[in-house]
C-alpha cells in the first residue's frame, strides 16, 4: 500500500477531484464508505453519496469555530492505493483502513471523544481517501509533522497482515538480518542520476539531503536527480551521497563515472580519522587511530598547534600593532599544548583496555562514578585529614604553558 498525503483549504475544493469533474477520461462516482462526526449538531449519513459531507461544511466547522487559529489549509486528506497484484478490498475492509489511519496519526484516537472529524471515501477500485479536519473537538490542533511516517508505517502493517508483501520478516533474527541494504546509484540513457535499493527511512533521509527527489510509486522507492543537473554537478552530488551512506555503514554500488575523486585537504583527513574512531572494533584498534591524532612528534594535534603559533607570530611580523588578534592565536596554540600535555599516555592506556561485551556490566561511567564517590575520604573521620588538608593546588592557567619565549 502507498500513501500520498495533500492538505486543502476547505472540504468542498475537493469535489473536483473525488468527483472527477477536472478529469478528462470522465465523471466518478464517489462513495461514502465511513465517518467520524464527534459532536456534529446534526444527522449526518455514513454511506452514500459524499456531497453534504464535503459541501456540507461539517469537517470545516472546527476550524471556523476557532477563527484565526486555524492553519491556513486545515482540511488534512489521505490517499491510499493498493497493490494491484492481489484483490481488492472491499468496502468495509477499507473503511477499516481509514480507521486504522486516523488512529495510527493520532487524528482521531479510539476512545478519544474531542479527536478530530473525518469521513472516508471510494471513487475508484483498490483506493481510498481519508478526509479530517486537523481542529479537534476541544479547540487544539493535531500536529501533523509525523504523519507521513505513521501512515506509510501502519499501510505496512496492514499490507503485511493481508499478505500483500512480498518480503516476510523471519520469526528468528540473526546477525545476518540486520544487514544493510544495498544502495545502487547509476546514471541513466537520459542523463539522470537514480538511486535504487533505499527501502528504510535513514538512507532516504540521507540521499535527500545530499540533492535527491524520492520517488514513490508502483515500481517501488527510488530517488533521483532532476535530468537538467549538469553533469559534473551530478557526479559530485551522486559522490556526496555514496560517502554519506558509507560512512553510516550502507554498502554503495557506485557508478565509475559518477565517482568523483574528493580533495584531499585537513578536514578530510581528520574526518576519516573521525570516521575510523567511530568504526573501531576493539581497543587495539582505537589505540591505533588515536596514535596518528595524538603522537607528539608527527600527530595532527601537534601539527594543528604549530600551525596556530606560526600564525600567532606571522600577524605580529605583518602588523606589530596586530597583537591582540595575535594574542588570540597564541592563546589558541598554548590551550593545544594544555591538551597534549593532558594526553600524554593516554593512547598506551587505550590499548592496554580490555573491551567488555556489551550486557555483562554496568554502564563505564556509572561505574567510573561509583568508583569515584565510594572512594572519596570522608572529612573529619578519625585518621583522615580535613578539608582544609586535602585542598587541591590550583591548575596551571593554559596561556602560561609553552608561553615563556613569547613576549611583547
Known sequence: MIAHLQRAATTATLIPTLYGLDDPRGRLRPRLIGADYRGADKQLPLFGDPQEVLGGGVLDALALRIGARAPEYPVWMCSVRSDPRHPDLSDAQWAGVARRLVTATGLAPAGDPNGCRWAAIRNDDRSVHVVATVVREDGY?????????????????????????T?????????????????????????????????????ATLLRHAGFKQIDDWHGRRHRLPTTTPRPEAAAIATHAAEMLRAA???????????????DTAG???????DALRGSTDFAELGGVLDQLLDPDDGTLVRLQEALEAASEQITDLDPDQFDLSDRFGVASDHLVTAQAELAGAVEEVRRAVSHAPGTADDLRTRAALARSTSAPVAGAPGVPTATAITRLPPVPAASVGAAGRTR
Open 249 to 263: 555503514r550502507y554498502k554503495v554500488d557506485l557508478d565509475p563515472h559518477l565517482d568523483v575523486d574528493p580533495l
Open 268 to 274: 578530510r583527513q581528520i574526518l576519516d580519522l573521525t
Open 167 to 203: 518480503r516476510t520478516v523471519p520469526s528468528v533474527t540473526t546477525a545476518k538480518d540486520h544487514r544493510m541494504p544495498v544502495i545502487t546509484i547509476n546514471a541513466g540513457p537520459s542523463g539522470s542520476v537514480v538511486a535504487t535499493g533505499s527501502s528504510d527511512d535513514l538512507s
Open 141 to 165: 490542533l493535531h500536529g501533523t509533522y509525523r504523519d507521513p511516517f505513521h501512515v506509510q508505517a501502519e499501510c505496512n502493517r496492514i499490507a503485511a497482515e493481508l499478505g500483500h508483501l
